[in-house]
């Protein structure tokens, strides 16, 4: 149910379910116990306070973040154990520094013995040590050191040797995960990114060099893994709000979908039976991630405003800027749908769709909107 | 030639060649001259007060926009002629009559005699005469009325006769030019636009409905059409930057496009031979506009900073969130592209890529970071 003071906000605009919410978040942290590992959420997804807030271990509140700009607000809300997932470049130091020095604990991310001693000799100059995790490649999608690659030890006692860098595990991200198109694949994705990154922790360990932390992560292998033997961390960030490129992939219902965009019906185009809706390229982001999966969802399904539900037949068939063209199958009507009246739109990628936001509208039990949370974009 | 302190800009970011955007600028003034017919930029594309003033002639700054947001923060600037150009609904009069209220002509854009009627009683309810524009369907794009739609005459009438609203004349976007793939198919699809429009204007005037105003646009169509005869307004927007999907129709050169990202290298991937950069989905958008054209340019191509030229063979193949992924070929070291290095990429779709960010880094005649110029996002 969706209170009446909804249909007063203004479109294009974010609805967060929390009800859904808190079931995603409550569901990756019994994941977390279960496995026996600490979870690290990634807060790219949310870049918000209260929501990580919700997403945390209050007795060890540690997250990920994706860019310096996250891990300044989410520093200054009070959060200190802030991973800084992206390779670092020694250029960046300076502002990671100063939210160091100011009692956060900002972790970098690296994978070269030169970007090692870069790091480590800024960190020095100021008189500091900074946490430097090992970036390894599990499956070819995008960064990292192979296991087996002789350099891995090179960097290990590179970190661990330099006086401003303190080595503080290994880490991957199974990018891969995405491209698996059933839960038997999910699930051997995700004990080949346990086994190749416990290894490369092996590794390091066999060349008498401390490696206390294992990280790994990524929304469908965390919901897949039936060990992570050997792993000390779990990163995940988009289970929060889940989305349609989840639900390809099996690890989550539409249903449990908790972010959706509130649009309007601003025109009918009836010689080409289209809806004409105000949540376009922008508002929507053009992430076409469905594409290549078994349900193609165009750029979004369409949604009933009162349940959250899809209505069958309708998705985002093309977006431009500001449009977003819904056809309009034969056995549905213009007249339900009238112009100004609102729908809800189920996003593909809710880490692309949410960034073009500045702020949630929250949702509570009762449907009605109760909070307006902010964003943190940009960089 | 760019100048040292682009060095020290922290990456992601935009920068806009002053140079190349004011002979973009003078080269669609030229062409709006030529074709004896108003031009009213579509201020979407920048969405900057500074860039927008260079944009109009400073006798009648007239601009389009496509958000109230944008209405709301250029009439705080002191645009007055403002034309909203996506479908009104009556529940968004508000804003925009708050705005008219104030000194501003924020003017209407519709396709049915319900919304013209809806939209008059609005501003009638507060003593306001909104002007409207009809908007019509040349090419099957989007939006709007065909031009022998029986409806048009019903719908000019209903504005006529609506007391709030006044007529100001037909509008269409030739949206589906970007589908042509030759000089000679641009220059018929303009030709289309350009008569199906003034045809929907003489089927309103032969009804006895005066209709002053044409309003034709789309750069593509804007930069191939031999005559405007019948038309009275030339709306466009993208030109004043210029990119990769405009290159590739033709409209402009690679050497014309004035908005880059500036990037840094931030890591090497040997094994895969790719350089990992910190332009992603977010810092380019995931507009693959390219992809059907002759030069798939993947999410952009990748250029030099010092001259903003593409290096020849590269683009950016993949992004992720917060990662671009640039395949190394084989004629090209990593030696040339260290960690810590900066690049400029080409975007595909400006409006798509400068949307992610807040200002503009404004390069002057000697590459020069000289000035910050703000942006409007949102909605």
């Known amino acids: 149910m969706t209170a009446a003071n909804v249909a007063g906000l203004p479109t294009p605009c974010l609805l967060l379910d929390r009800q859904r919410m808190q079931a995603n978040i409550d569901r ?14 990634h807060v790219k997804t949310c870049k918000s306070v209260e929501i990580a807030r919700l997403m945390c271990d209050p007795g060890h509140p540690a997250i990920t973040v994706s860019t310096l700009r996250e891990a300044e607000y989410f520093a200054a809300a009070g959060f200190s154990d802030i991973l800084y997932a992206v390779s670092i470049v020694p250029q960046r130091m300076d502002r990671l520094l100063a939210l160091n020095a100011r009692g956060a604990n900002v972790q970098v991310l690296l994978d070269a ?31 990292g050191l192979q296991p087996d690659d002789p350099v891995l030890v090179d960097v290990a006692r590179a970190v661990h040797e330099t006086p401003g860098t303190r ?25 080949q990114e346990r086994r190749r990154c416990v290894r490369a922790a092996r590794t390091v360990r066999d060349a008498g060099i ?44 539409t249903d449990d979908i908790a972010l959706t965009v509130l649009t309007t019906v601003i025109s009918h185009n009836r010689p080409q039976r289209r809806l004409l809706i105000d949540a ?6 053009k992430d076409h991630g469905t594409a290549e999966q078994r349900h193609d969802c165009g750029y979004g399904l369409v949604a009933s405003v009162a349940d959250g539900r899809p209505v069958p037949g309708l998705r985002v068939d093309a977006v431009n800027q500001e449009h977003g ?31 073009a936001y500045e702020e949630y509208h929250v949702l509570d039990a009762a449907g009605e909107a109760s909070e307006r949370w902010p964003r943190c974009n940009g960089w």
């Open 28 to 41: 990756m942290a019994a994941r977390a116990a279960e496995l026996g590992v600490r979870l690290r959420p």
């Open 113 to 143: 013995v030169a970007t090692a001693r870069a790091v480590g000799a800024v960190a020095t100059a100021t008189g500091q040590v900074v946490d430097a995790w090992i970036e390894i490649d599990v499956d070819g999608h995008r960064a």
């Open 167 to 191: 080595l503080a595990g290994v880490l991957t991200h199974a990018g891969g995960a995405y491209d698996c198109r059933s839960a038997d694949a999910l699930e051997s994705h995700a004990e």
């Open 210 to 253: 401390p490696c206390r932390e294992v990280s790994v992560g990524s929304t469908p292998t965390a919901l897949s893994a039936r060990s992570l033997a050997g792993v000390t961390e779990l990163r995940a960030g988009v289970y929060v709000f889940f989305d349609l490129v989840q639900a390809g992939l099996g690890v989550c219902r």
């Open 280 to 285: 376009g390229g922008l508002a929507l982001s």
């Open 325 to 355: 063209i819904v056809a309009l199958p034969p056995d549905l009507d213009f007249a339900a749908f009238p112009v100004g009246s609102r729908l809800r739109i189920l996003p593909n990628h809710a880490c692309m769709t949410a960034a």
